[in-house]
C-alpha cells in the first residue's frame, strides 16, 4: 500500500471549516485523495477554500457523493473515526 492509495472520506460534514481543515491537514502528510459524501454546506464553496490554506488542489481534485455506498465501491479497507 502506498500514500497514494489512501482515501479520506467526510460523511455529512457540518460546516465549511472542518472540511477546509482537514484538506490542509492532507496536505501537511502529503495525502491526496478526499471524498466527501453529502456535505451540508455547498460544495466547493469559498470558506472551505480560505480554511483550506494552500491545499486548493485537494478540494478541487475531491469527488463528492450523495450516499456513502457508492464512494466506497472502490474501497478495500475501511477505518472509521469521529
Known amino acids: 500500500m502506498t500514500i497514494n492509495n489512501i482515501s ?3 460523511h455529512k460534514p457540518q ?3 472542518n472540511i477546509g481543515a482537514c484538506a490542509r491537514g492532507m496536505k501537511n502528510f502529503d495525502f491526496k485523495k478526499m471524498i466527501v459524501v453529502d456535505p451540508k454546506p455547498f ?3 469559498d470558506k472551505i477554500l480560505a480554511t483550506s490554506v494552500g ?3 485537494i478540494i478541487n481534485k475531491s469527488k ?3 450516499h456513502l455506498e457508492p464512494a466506497l ?3 478495500d479497507y475501511v477505518i472509521a473515526t469521529s
Open 15 to 17: 460546516l465549511s471549516e
Open 73 to 75: 465501491k472502490n474501497i
Open 43 to 45: 460544495f466547493p464553496n
Open 64 to 66: 463528492v457523493f450523495d
Open 55 to 57: 491545499a486548493k488542489n
Open 8 to 10: 479520506f472520506i467526510l
